[in-house]
Protein backbone atom coordinates (compact mmCIF):
# COMPACT_ATOMS: atom_id res chain seq x y z
CA UNK A 1 0.00 0.00 0.00
CA UNK A 2 1.32 3.25 -0.82
CA UNK A 3 0.18 6.44 1.37
CA UNK A 4 -0.06 9.90 0.36
CA UNK A 5 -0.89 12.65 3.41
CA UNK A 6 -1.15 16.05 2.30
CA UNK A 7 -1.47 18.29 4.78
CA UNK A 8 -2.90 22.12 4.61
CA UNK A 9 -2.70 24.66 7.92
CA UNK A 10 -4.86 27.58 8.00
CA UNK A 11 -7.40 29.45 9.86
CA UNK A 12 -10.27 27.77 11.27
CA UNK A 13 -12.46 29.72 8.61
CA UNK A 14 -10.31 28.77 5.67
CA UNK A 15 -9.70 25.51 6.72
CA UNK A 16 -13.51 24.76 7.10
CA UNK A 17 -13.79 25.92 3.45
CA UNK A 18 -11.33 23.91 2.14
CA UNK A 19 -12.50 20.42 3.88
CA UNK A 20 -16.05 21.29 2.57
CA UNK A 21 -14.53 21.38 -1.02
CA UNK A 22 -12.68 18.53 -0.47
CA UNK A 23 -15.55 16.68 1.04
CA UNK A 24 -16.93 16.17 -2.98
CA UNK A 25 -16.37 12.94 -4.40
CA UNK A 26 -13.24 12.54 -6.75
CA UNK A 27 -13.80 12.66 -10.38
CA UNK A 28 -10.32 12.28 -11.85
CA UNK A 29 -7.74 9.59 -11.71
CA UNK A 30 -10.04 7.81 -9.70
CA UNK A 31 -13.97 7.54 -9.16
CA UNK A 32 -14.76 7.89 -5.34
CA UNK A 33 -17.85 7.21 -3.60
CA UNK A 34 -18.58 8.57 0.31
CA UNK A 35 -18.69 5.19 2.67
CA UNK A 36 -18.62 6.82 5.42
CA UNK A 37 -18.28 10.88 7.24
CA UNK A 38 -15.32 12.04 5.40
CA UNK A 39 -14.39 8.57 4.10
CA UNK A 40 -14.56 7.55 0.57
CA UNK A 41 -13.48 4.29 -1.64
CA UNK A 42 -13.09 3.68 -5.22
CA UNK A 43 -16.01 3.17 -7.44
CA UNK A 44 -13.92 2.75 -10.48
CA UNK A 45 -10.16 3.20 -10.99
CA UNK A 46 -7.47 1.34 -11.56
CA UNK A 47 -6.80 0.64 -7.91
CA UNK A 48 -6.74 -2.83 -6.43
CA UNK A 49 -7.35 -1.19 -2.75
CA UNK A 50 -8.27 3.05 -2.16
CA UNK A 51 -9.32 5.00 0.65
CA UNK A 52 -9.14 8.67 1.28
CA UNK A 53 -9.83 9.87 4.83
CA UNK A 54 -9.92 14.05 5.80
CA UNK A 55 -9.62 14.91 9.82
CA UNK A 56 -9.39 18.50 11.00
CA UNK A 57 -7.69 19.36 13.95
CA UNK A 58 -5.93 22.17 15.93
CA UNK A 59 -2.26 22.82 14.45
CA UNK A 60 0.31 22.44 16.73
CA UNK A 61 1.09 25.76 17.97
CA UNK A 62 5.04 25.44 17.12
CA UNK A 63 4.28 25.43 13.61
CA UNK A 64 6.02 28.42 12.05
CA UNK A 65 3.95 29.87 8.86
CA UNK A 66 0.31 29.13 10.09
CA UNK A 67 -1.75 31.83 9.72
CA UNK A 68 -4.32 32.14 12.83
CA UNK A 69 -7.63 33.36 14.11
CA UNK A 70 -8.47 36.25 15.58
CA UNK A 71 -7.72 34.44 18.83
CA UNK A 72 -4.34 32.78 17.54
CA UNK A 73 -5.76 29.53 17.29
CA UNK A 74 -4.41 28.04 13.77
CA UNK A 75 -6.44 24.34 12.17
CA UNK A 76 -4.92 21.77 9.85
CA UNK A 77 -6.52 19.30 7.37
CA UNK A 78 -5.01 15.83 6.48
CA UNK A 79 -6.19 14.34 3.75
CA UNK A 80 -4.94 10.56 3.82
CA UNK A 81 -4.61 8.58 0.79
CA UNK A 82 -3.71 5.33 0.69
CA UNK A 83 -4.00 2.61 -2.30
CA UNK A 84 -2.41 -0.14 -4.13
CA UNK A 85 -2.48 0.10 -7.71
CA UNK A 86 -4.20 -3.12 -9.72
CA UNK A 87 -1.04 -2.83 -12.38
CA UNK A 88 0.57 -6.44 -11.52
CA UNK A 89 4.20 -6.07 -12.62
CA UNK A 90 3.96 -2.90 -14.34
CA UNK A 91 2.90 -0.68 -11.31
CA UNK A 92 6.25 0.90 -10.27
CA UNK A 93 6.42 2.75 -13.59
CA UNK A 94 3.05 4.52 -12.52
CA UNK A 95 3.88 5.10 -9.18
CA UNK A 96 4.75 9.01 -9.57
CA UNK A 97 2.30 9.84 -12.05
CA UNK A 98 -0.18 8.10 -10.14
CA UNK A 99 1.13 9.93 -6.74
CA UNK A 100 1.26 13.28 -8.49
CA UNK A 101 -2.11 13.04 -10.03
CA UNK A 102 -3.79 12.41 -6.94
CA UNK A 103 -2.05 15.11 -4.92
CA UNK A 104 -3.21 17.53 -7.79
CA UNK A 105 -6.90 17.23 -7.81
CA UNK A 106 -8.36 17.75 -11.34
CA UNK A 107 -12.18 18.64 -12.27
CA UNK A 108 -11.73 15.85 -14.69
CA UNK A 109 -10.25 12.58 -16.23
CA UNK A 110 -7.19 13.85 -18.56
CA UNK A 111 -3.41 12.77 -18.53
CA UNK A 112 -1.11 12.33 -21.25
CA UNK A 113 0.56 9.11 -19.90
CA UNK A 114 -2.50 7.43 -19.27
CA UNK A 115 -5.20 5.84 -21.52
CA UNK A 116 -7.72 8.31 -22.63
CA UNK A 117 -10.43 5.89 -20.41
CA UNK A 118 -10.21 5.73 -16.90
CA UNK A 119 -9.58 2.35 -16.87
CA UNK A 120 -11.10 -0.26 -14.07
CA UNK A 121 -9.27 -2.66 -11.83
CA UNK A 122 -10.16 -5.41 -13.80
CA UNK A 123 -8.89 -3.61 -17.03
CA UNK A 124 -5.72 -2.67 -15.53
CA UNK A 125 -5.02 -5.75 -14.31
CA UNK A 126 -5.71 -7.60 -17.37
CA UNK A 127 -3.83 -5.31 -19.40
CA UNK A 128 -0.81 -5.59 -17.00
CA UNK A 129 -0.77 -9.08 -17.12
CA UNK A 130 -0.97 -9.33 -21.06
CA UNK A 131 1.83 -6.75 -21.32
CA UNK A 132 3.69 -9.25 -19.37
CA UNK A 133 3.28 -12.51 -21.41
CA UNK A 134 4.00 -10.04 -23.97
CA UNK A 135 7.52 -9.65 -23.56
CA UNK A 136 7.90 -13.28 -23.51
CA UNK A 137 6.28 -13.33 -26.57
CA UNK A 138 8.41 -10.74 -28.40
CA UNK A 139 11.47 -12.94 -26.97
CA UNK A 140 10.01 -16.02 -28.46
CA UNK A 141 9.67 -14.60 -31.90
CA UNK A 142 13.31 -13.10 -32.22
CA UNK A 143 15.50 -15.73 -30.83
CA UNK A 144 16.02 -17.31 -34.23
CA UNK A 145 16.92 -14.33 -35.80
CA UNK A 146 19.51 -13.47 -33.34
CA UNK A 147 20.86 -16.54 -33.05
CA UNK A 148 20.73 -18.40 -36.64
CA UNK A 149 23.64 -17.13 -38.08
CA UNK A 150 25.94 -18.36 -34.85
CA UNK A 151 24.19 -21.56 -35.08
CA UNK A 152 24.72 -21.96 -39.17
CA UNK A 153 28.68 -21.69 -38.10
CA UNK A 154 28.87 -24.42 -35.47
CA UNK A 155 26.94 -26.49 -37.78
CA UNK A 156 29.11 -25.73 -41.22
CA UNK A 157 26.32 -24.02 -42.92
CA UNK A 158 25.96 -21.44 -45.53
CA UNK A 159 23.40 -18.49 -46.42
CA UNK A 160 21.59 -20.50 -48.47
CA UNK A 161 20.74 -23.06 -45.84
CA UNK A 162 19.94 -19.97 -43.73
CA UNK A 163 17.72 -18.19 -46.52
CA UNK A 164 15.90 -21.84 -46.80
CA UNK A 165 15.69 -22.50 -43.29
CA UNK A 166 14.01 -18.63 -42.60
CA UNK A 167 11.14 -18.99 -45.48
CA UNK A 168 10.56 -23.28 -44.15
CA UNK A 169 9.75 -21.67 -40.40
CA UNK A 170 7.62 -19.04 -41.97
CA UNK A 171 5.33 -22.17 -42.45
CA UNK A 172 4.22 -21.78 -39.06
CA UNK A 173 1.70 -18.98 -39.37
CA UNK A 174 -0.55 -22.30 -40.47
CA UNK A 175 -0.19 -23.86 -36.07
CA UNK A 176 -1.03 -19.51 -35.35
CA UNK A 177 -4.31 -19.97 -37.90
CA UNK A 178 -5.16 -22.98 -36.25
CA UNK A 179 -5.12 -22.37 -32.82
CA UNK A 180 -6.49 -18.59 -33.29
CA UNK A 181 -9.57 -20.11 -34.43
CA UNK A 182 -9.56 -22.73 -31.85
CA UNK A 183 -10.12 -20.09 -29.50
CA UNK A 184 -13.03 -19.13 -31.00
CA UNK A 185 -14.71 -22.80 -29.60
CA UNK A 186 -12.44 -23.25 -26.40
CA UNK A 187 -11.83 -19.26 -24.65
CA UNK A 188 -8.84 -17.13 -25.19
CA UNK A 189 -7.30 -17.68 -22.24
CA UNK A 190 -7.20 -21.64 -22.48
CA UNK A 191 -5.82 -21.48 -25.99
CA UNK A 192 -3.11 -18.23 -24.74
CA UNK A 193 -1.31 -20.51 -22.08
CA UNK A 194 -1.12 -23.75 -23.62
CA UNK A 195 0.78 -21.67 -26.46
CA UNK A 196 2.68 -19.77 -24.32
CA UNK A 197 3.82 -22.95 -22.65
CA UNK A 198 4.36 -25.08 -26.24
CA UNK A 199 6.71 -22.24 -27.70
CA UNK A 200 8.76 -21.76 -24.46
CA UNK A 201 9.61 -25.53 -24.13
CA UNK A 202 9.76 -26.49 -27.91
CA UNK A 203 11.86 -23.46 -27.69
CA UNK A 204 13.67 -24.62 -25.44
CA UNK A 205 14.86 -27.64 -27.13
CA UNK A 206 16.12 -25.97 -29.67
CA UNK A 207 19.09 -26.00 -27.17
CA UNK A 208 20.26 -29.39 -27.57
CA UNK A 209 19.61 -29.43 -31.33
CA UNK A 210 22.45 -31.85 -33.42
CA UNK A 211 21.66 -29.84 -36.60
CA UNK A 212 20.34 -27.18 -38.31
CA UNK A 213 16.98 -28.71 -39.62
CA UNK A 214 16.55 -30.10 -36.26
CA UNK A 215 16.90 -26.40 -34.82
CA UNK A 216 14.86 -25.28 -37.96
CA UNK A 217 12.01 -27.75 -37.20
CA UNK A 218 11.63 -26.53 -33.34
CA UNK A 219 11.50 -23.07 -34.51
CA UNK A 220 8.75 -24.00 -37.15
CA UNK A 221 6.67 -25.12 -34.13
CA UNK A 222 7.30 -22.69 -31.39
CA UNK A 223 7.52 -19.60 -33.96
CA UNK A 224 3.67 -20.69 -35.14
CA UNK A 225 2.79 -21.21 -31.42
CA UNK A 226 4.35 -17.44 -30.24
CA UNK A 227 2.56 -16.43 -33.56
CA UNK A 228 -0.52 -17.39 -32.41
CA UNK A 229 0.23 -16.25 -28.69
CA UNK A 230 0.62 -12.54 -30.04
CA UNK A 231 -2.80 -12.59 -32.12
CA UNK A 232 -4.45 -13.85 -29.05
CA UNK A 233 -2.99 -11.11 -26.77
CA UNK A 234 -4.05 -8.50 -29.09
CA UNK A 235 -7.45 -10.11 -28.77
CA UNK A 236 -7.90 -10.86 -25.51
CA UNK A 237 -6.74 -6.97 -25.03
CA UNK A 238 -9.51 -5.55 -27.31
CA UNK A 239 -12.05 -7.23 -25.68
CA UNK A 240 -11.29 -6.14 -22.38
CA UNK A 241 -10.34 -2.78 -22.84
CA UNK A 242 -12.72 0.57 -22.85
CA UNK A 243 -13.85 1.84 -25.98
CA UNK A 244 -11.34 5.03 -26.25
CA UNK A 245 -8.34 2.99 -25.01
CA UNK A 246 -7.93 0.18 -27.18
CA UNK A 247 -5.49 1.53 -29.78
CA UNK A 248 -4.15 3.35 -26.70
CA UNK A 249 -3.41 -0.44 -25.55
CA UNK A 250 -2.20 -1.53 -28.80
CA UNK A 251 0.59 0.59 -28.23
CA UNK A 252 1.39 -0.74 -25.03
CA UNK A 253 1.73 -4.01 -26.17
CA UNK A 254 3.96 -2.99 -28.59
CA UNK A 255 6.40 -1.54 -26.48
CA UNK A 256 6.34 -4.63 -24.64
CA UNK A 257 7.04 -7.07 -27.23
CA UNK A 258 10.13 -4.89 -28.76
CA UNK A 259 11.09 -4.93 -25.01
CA UNK A 260 11.52 -8.76 -25.68
CA UNK A 261 12.90 -8.87 -28.59
CA UNK A 262 15.63 -6.24 -27.47
CA UNK A 263 15.90 -8.50 -24.53
CA UNK A 264 17.16 -11.63 -26.92
CA UNK A 265 19.35 -9.41 -28.44
CA UNK A 266 20.44 -8.44 -24.99
CA UNK A 267 21.46 -12.26 -24.14
CA UNK A 268 22.95 -12.68 -27.46
CA UNK A 269 26.68 -11.50 -26.57
CA UNK A 270 26.65 -14.51 -24.28
CA UNK A 271 27.32 -16.36 -28.06
CA UNK A 272 30.55 -15.03 -27.91
CA UNK A 273 32.17 -17.48 -25.23
CA UNK A 274 31.79 -20.74 -27.41
CA UNK A 275 30.74 -22.10 -30.31
CA UNK A 276 28.13 -23.81 -28.79
CA UNK A 277 26.93 -20.70 -26.35
CA UNK A 278 24.68 -19.41 -28.81
CA UNK A 279 22.25 -22.59 -27.41
CA UNK A 280 22.21 -20.46 -24.05
CA UNK A 281 19.73 -18.23 -25.74
CA UNK A 282 17.46 -20.71 -26.16
CA UNK A 283 17.52 -21.72 -22.31
CA UNK A 284 16.12 -18.77 -21.10
CA UNK A 285 12.09 -19.02 -22.64
CA UNK A 286 12.53 -21.99 -19.43
CA UNK A 287 12.21 -18.96 -17.65
CA UNK A 288 9.12 -18.15 -19.59
CA UNK A 289 7.77 -20.85 -18.57
CA UNK A 290 7.43 -20.06 -14.76
CA UNK A 291 6.06 -16.30 -16.54
CA UNK A 292 3.26 -17.96 -18.34
CA UNK A 293 1.81 -20.26 -15.37
CA UNK A 294 2.31 -17.39 -12.89
CA UNK A 295 0.07 -15.27 -15.18
CA UNK A 296 -2.56 -17.76 -15.98
CA UNK A 297 -3.36 -17.84 -11.98
CA UNK A 298 -4.24 -14.03 -12.48
CA UNK A 299 -5.44 -13.82 -15.78
CA UNK A 300 -9.30 -14.00 -15.94
CA UNK A 301 -10.94 -15.15 -19.62
CA UNK A 302 -12.03 -12.55 -22.05
CA UNK A 303 -15.59 -11.50 -20.85
CA UNK A 304 -16.95 -10.98 -24.17
CA UNK A 305 -15.81 -14.71 -24.70
CA UNK A 306 -17.97 -16.11 -22.03
CA UNK A 307 -20.75 -13.64 -22.65
CA UNK A 308 -20.77 -14.97 -26.09
CA UNK A 309 -20.42 -18.77 -25.60
CA UNK A 310 -23.67 -18.62 -23.52
CA UNK A 311 -25.42 -17.42 -26.61
CA UNK A 312 -23.70 -20.62 -28.59
CA UNK A 313 -26.61 -22.84 -30.04
CA UNK A 314 -26.01 -26.86 -29.79
CA UNK A 315 -27.42 -27.62 -33.21
CA UNK A 316 -25.50 -24.53 -35.97
CA UNK A 317 -21.79 -25.55 -35.30
CA UNK A 318 -21.47 -23.11 -32.59
CA UNK A 319 -22.60 -20.45 -35.24
CA UNK A 320 -25.79 -18.57 -34.04
CA UNK A 321 -28.58 -17.58 -36.34
CA UNK A 322 -27.64 -13.84 -36.34
CA UNK A 323 -23.81 -14.74 -37.35
CA UNK A 324 -25.97 -16.79 -39.98
CA UNK A 325 -27.27 -13.97 -41.47
CA UNK A 326 -26.17 -13.52 -44.99
CA UNK A 327 -26.03 -9.82 -44.55
CA UNK A 328 -23.06 -10.28 -41.61
CA UNK A 329 -21.86 -13.17 -43.41
CA UNK A 330 -21.17 -10.73 -46.02
CA UNK A 331 -19.61 -7.79 -44.22
CA UNK A 332 -17.13 -9.92 -42.32
CA UNK A 333 -15.79 -11.55 -45.81
CA UNK A 334 -15.56 -7.86 -47.20
CA UNK A 335 -13.88 -6.70 -43.97
CA UNK A 336 -11.40 -9.87 -43.96
CA UNK A 337 -10.32 -9.47 -47.40
CA UNK A 338 -9.89 -5.48 -47.05
CA UNK A 339 -7.83 -6.34 -43.83
CA UNK A 340 -6.16 -9.48 -45.04
CA UNK A 341 -5.00 -7.49 -48.68
CA UNK A 342 -3.82 -4.32 -46.68
CA UNK A 343 -1.53 -6.87 -44.72
CA UNK A 344 -0.24 -8.24 -47.91
CA UNK A 345 0.44 -4.61 -49.43
CA UNK A 346 2.12 -3.48 -46.31
CA UNK A 347 4.49 -6.70 -45.27
CA UNK A 348 5.98 -6.55 -49.00
CA UNK A 349 7.22 -3.48 -48.49
CA UNK A 350 8.06 -3.39 -44.86
CA UNK A 351 9.73 -7.40 -45.15
CA UNK A 352 12.43 -5.98 -47.25
CA UNK A 353 12.86 -2.94 -46.15
CA UNK A 354 13.84 -4.11 -43.16
CA UNK A 355 15.29 -7.19 -43.61
CA UNK A 356 17.28 -6.38 -46.85
CA UNK A 357 18.52 -3.14 -44.50
CA UNK A 358 21.75 -4.43 -43.78
CA UNK A 359 22.76 -6.18 -47.04
CA UNK A 360 21.92 -2.57 -48.51
CA UNK A 361 24.58 -0.90 -45.78
CA UNK A 362 27.27 -2.88 -46.05
CA UNK A 363 27.13 -3.88 -50.04
CA UNK A 364 26.08 -0.15 -51.30
CA UNK A 365 26.67 1.85 -48.69
CA UNK A 366 30.30 0.19 -47.31
CA UNK A 367 29.06 -0.07 -43.89
CA UNK A 368 31.49 -2.17 -41.56
CA UNK A 369 29.89 -4.31 -38.52
CA UNK A 370 29.82 -1.74 -36.23
CA UNK A 371 28.32 1.38 -38.45
CA UNK A 372 25.79 -1.08 -38.67
CA UNK A 373 24.87 -1.69 -35.42
CA UNK A 374 24.97 1.94 -34.30
CA UNK A 375 22.72 2.74 -36.81
CA UNK A 376 20.29 0.67 -36.08
CA UNK A 377 20.36 1.40 -32.64
CA UNK A 378 20.38 4.93 -33.86
CA UNK A 379 17.30 4.93 -36.29
CA UNK A 380 15.43 1.96 -34.20
CA UNK A 381 15.52 3.19 -30.63
CA UNK A 382 13.34 6.03 -31.27
CA UNK A 383 10.56 3.88 -32.70
CA UNK A 384 8.97 3.33 -29.24
CA UNK A 385 8.15 7.21 -29.51
CA UNK A 386 6.36 6.51 -32.45
CA UNK A 387 4.09 3.49 -31.14
CA UNK A 388 3.03 5.96 -28.38
CA UNK A 389 1.88 8.83 -29.81
CA UNK A 390 0.24 6.52 -32.64
CA UNK A 391 -1.95 5.15 -29.68
CA UNK A 392 -2.87 7.81 -28.41
CA UNK A 393 -3.64 9.73 -31.82
CA UNK A 394 -5.81 6.87 -32.67
CA UNK A 395 -7.66 6.96 -29.50
CA UNK A 396 -8.41 10.81 -29.38
CA UNK A 397 -8.53 12.13 -33.35
CA UNK A 398 -9.14 8.92 -34.98
CA UNK A 399 -8.04 5.53 -36.27
CA UNK A 400 -7.90 6.73 -39.94
CA UNK A 401 -6.15 9.84 -40.48
CA UNK A 402 -3.67 8.59 -37.81
CA UNK A 403 -3.00 5.28 -39.88
CA UNK A 404 -3.34 7.01 -43.54
CA UNK A 405 -0.87 9.72 -42.79
CA UNK A 406 1.66 7.76 -40.74
CA UNK A 407 1.85 4.21 -43.22
CA UNK A 408 2.01 6.81 -46.61
CA UNK A 409 4.76 9.23 -44.85
CA UNK A 410 6.91 6.55 -42.94
CA UNK A 411 6.50 4.37 -46.89
CA UNK A 412 8.13 7.20 -48.35
CA UNK A 413 10.96 8.41 -46.07
CA UNK A 414 11.78 4.83 -45.69
CA UNK A 415 11.61 4.32 -49.72
CA UNK A 416 13.79 7.71 -49.90
CA UNK A 417 16.53 6.57 -47.86
CA UNK A 418 17.64 3.52 -50.05
CA UNK A 419 18.33 6.50 -52.62
CA UNK A 420 20.31 8.77 -50.18
CA UNK A 421 23.68 8.50 -47.93
CA UNK A 422 25.66 10.17 -45.45
CA UNK A 423 23.89 12.20 -42.89
CA UNK A 424 20.50 12.52 -44.93
CA UNK A 425 20.65 8.48 -44.96
CA UNK A 426 20.50 8.45 -41.10
CA UNK A 427 18.01 10.76 -41.12
CA UNK A 428 15.45 9.35 -43.26
CA UNK A 429 15.72 5.91 -42.38
CA UNK A 430 15.00 7.41 -38.41
CA UNK A 431 11.91 9.67 -39.46
CA UNK A 432 10.28 7.65 -41.92
CA UNK A 433 10.65 4.78 -38.49
CA UNK A 434 9.31 6.88 -36.55
CA UNK A 435 6.72 8.30 -38.26
CA UNK A 436 5.74 4.81 -39.78
CA UNK A 437 5.61 3.53 -36.36
CA UNK A 438 2.71 5.95 -35.56
CA UNK A 439 0.02 4.01 -37.75
CA UNK A 440 0.87 0.90 -35.77
CA UNK A 441 -1.37 0.75 -33.51
CA UNK A 442 -4.11 2.66 -35.25
CA UNK A 443 -4.42 -0.33 -37.62
CA UNK A 444 -3.18 -2.91 -35.46
CA UNK A 445 -6.54 -2.44 -33.61
CA UNK A 446 -8.67 -3.23 -36.68
CA UNK A 447 -8.19 -6.77 -36.59
CA UNK A 448 -9.58 -7.63 -33.50
CA UNK A 449 -12.27 -4.93 -33.90
CA UNK A 450 -13.61 -5.71 -37.57
CA UNK A 451 -15.05 -8.91 -36.44
CA UNK A 452 -17.82 -10.91 -34.24
CA UNK A 453 -16.41 -12.68 -31.02
CA UNK A 454 -17.21 -16.10 -32.71
CA UNK A 455 -15.12 -15.28 -35.65
CA UNK A 456 -12.60 -12.62 -34.27
CA UNK A 457 -9.81 -15.28 -33.71
CA UNK A 458 -10.17 -17.38 -36.54
CA UNK A 459 -10.31 -13.95 -39.43
CA UNK A 460 -7.31 -12.39 -37.25
CA UNK A 461 -5.16 -15.88 -37.94
CA UNK A 462 -6.28 -15.49 -41.64
CA UNK A 463 -4.93 -11.96 -41.74
CA UNK A 464 -1.63 -12.98 -40.19
CA UNK A 465 -1.21 -15.56 -42.43
CA UNK A 466 -1.73 -13.36 -45.73
CA UNK A 467 0.61 -10.57 -44.36
CA UNK A 468 3.45 -13.34 -43.58
CA UNK A 469 2.80 -14.48 -47.49
CA UNK A 470 2.98 -10.89 -48.33
CA UNK A 471 6.42 -10.49 -46.44
CA UNK A 472 8.21 -13.53 -48.27
CA UNK A 473 7.17 -12.64 -51.39
CA UNK A 474 8.06 -9.17 -50.94
CA UNK A 475 11.59 -10.70 -49.78
CA UNK A 476 11.99 -12.59 -53.18
CA UNK A 477 10.55 -9.64 -55.54
CA UNK A 478 12.88 -7.71 -53.63
CA UNK A 479 16.13 -9.68 -54.49
CA UNK A 480 15.01 -10.53 -57.91
CA UNK A 481 14.33 -6.65 -58.80
CA UNK A 482 17.48 -5.48 -57.19
CA UNK A 483 19.25 -8.12 -59.23
CA UNK A 484 18.08 -6.97 -62.82
CA UNK A 485 18.65 -3.10 -61.55
CA UNK A 486 22.39 -3.50 -61.43
CA UNK A 487 22.08 -5.05 -57.45
CA UNK A 488 20.51 -1.45 -56.49
CA UNK A 489 17.66 -2.02 -53.66
CA UNK A 490 16.41 1.43 -53.75
CA UNK A 491 14.27 1.44 -57.11
CA UNK A 492 13.18 -2.15 -56.20
CA UNK A 493 11.95 -0.20 -52.97
CA UNK A 494 10.17 2.42 -54.51
CA UNK A 495 8.05 0.29 -56.47
CA UNK A 496 7.21 -1.96 -53.63
CA UNK A 497 6.33 1.31 -51.54
CA UNK A 498 2.90 1.73 -53.97
CA UNK A 499 1.73 -1.00 -51.77
CA UNK A 500 1.66 1.16 -48.33
CA UNK A 501 0.27 3.99 -50.53
CA UNK A 502 -2.55 2.26 -51.89
CA UNK A 503 -2.79 1.03 -48.40
CA UNK A 504 -3.41 4.60 -47.35
CA UNK A 505 -5.51 5.44 -49.58
CA UNK A 506 -7.88 2.50 -48.49
CA UNK A 507 -8.22 3.33 -44.99
CA UNK A 508 -8.98 6.67 -45.83
CA UNK A 509 -11.89 5.39 -48.68
CA UNK A 510 -12.85 2.13 -47.31
CA UNK A 511 -12.30 1.41 -43.45
CA UNK A 512 -14.51 2.52 -41.34
CA UNK A 513 -14.20 4.73 -37.96
CA UNK A 514 -14.47 2.71 -34.89
CA UNK A 515 -12.63 5.24 -32.16
CA UNK A 516 -14.80 5.47 -28.99
CA UNK A 517 -17.34 2.33 -30.10
CA UNK A 518 -17.68 -0.17 -28.45
CA UNK A 519 -17.29 -4.09 -30.08
CA UNK A 520 -20.68 -4.97 -30.17
CA UNK A 521 -21.69 -1.42 -31.75
CA UNK A 522 -19.18 -2.29 -34.84
CA UNK A 523 -20.37 -6.40 -34.62
CA UNK A 524 -24.17 -6.06 -34.17
CA UNK A 525 -24.34 -9.61 -33.93
CA UNK A 526 -22.49 -9.36 -30.43
CA UNK A 527 -25.32 -7.71 -29.10
Known amino acids: MTVLRVVRRGDAAGIERERDARREPRNDIVAE???????????????????????????????????????????????????????????WLFHFPVRSALRKRRDAYGYWWAPPDRLNARAATVLGLLCTIQVVDGYLGTVLTATLTFAADEFGRGNTAQGVLMGVVRAGVLIALVT??????????????????????????????????????????????????????????????????????????????????????????????????????????LAGVAVVVWVGRRLPESRRYETAATGRSSHDGGVTDRQADPEVAARRRRRLVL???????IAMFAAPASGLRNDFLKDERDFSATAITLFTYFTN???????????????????????????????????????????????????????????????????????????????????????????????????????ALDGRLGPALALLAVGPLIVAALVILKYPETVGQELEDINPEDR
Open 339 to 345: LAASAFL
Open 381 to 483: TPIGIGVFVGGYLADRRGRRPTGAVGLALGAVFIAWAFFTDGAALWLLTLVGGVVGAVAVPALAVYGPELFGTHRRGRSNGVIVMVGVLGSALGLITAGWLSD
Open 180 to 285: AALADRHGRKRLLLATGLGSCLITAVGAVAPGLWFLGGTQLVSRGLSTALGILIVILAAEEMPARSRAWAMSVLVLCAALGSGMAFAVLPMADLHASAWRLVYVVP
Open 33 to 91: RAVGEDRFEAADGPFRRYERRLSMEPADPGNAGVTGTGTGEAWQLTETTSYRLAVPVWA
